[in-house]
């Protein structure tokens, strides 16, 4: 299940960027979705996430400026990031989940580079 991460790129602090994740299924058909980032030498960490059922959740240092929401009609997922600040500057990941009965699917998009400079 291929996820397809874009709309990264190079910007200033203080601005907006949306990143988009497409998905090849229905969005709905996955237990969770979210957006996680992987800075240089730094452990990848959850940003945000949304369940099937529209509960979202965040890290702490992102509440008030990114915002996860989802288009269901056509598959896909927006991180949209608002106040960017230099410490944002990592790759950022599409993750989806999918939980059946015996097992446990984490799928993940290619990653796209968001660099904020001061």
């Known amino acids: 299940v291929p996820l397809v991460d874009s709309g990264g790129g190079s910007v200033q602090a203080g601005g907006s960027l949306r990143l988009s994740c497409a998905a090849p299924a229905s969005i709905l058909s996955f237990n969770s979705i979210s957006w996680y980032r992987q800075a240089p030498g730094k452990q990848r960490e959850l940003v945000a996430a949304?369940?099937?059922?529209?509960?979202?959740n965040y890290a702490d240092s992102v509440k008030g400026r990114f915002t996860i929401s989802r288009d269901i009609a056509k598959n896909a997922l927006y991180l949209h990031m608002d106040d960017r600040q230099p410490e944002d500057t990592a790759v950022y990941y599409c993750?989806?989940?999918?939980?059946?009965?015996?097992?446990?699917?984490?799928?993940w998009g290619q990653g796209t580079q968001v660099t904020v400079s001061s």
């Open positions: 993750k989806a989940v999918r939980q059946t009965l015996e097992h446990k699917f984490h799928y």
């Open positions: 949304v369940t099937s059922r529209g509960s979202t």
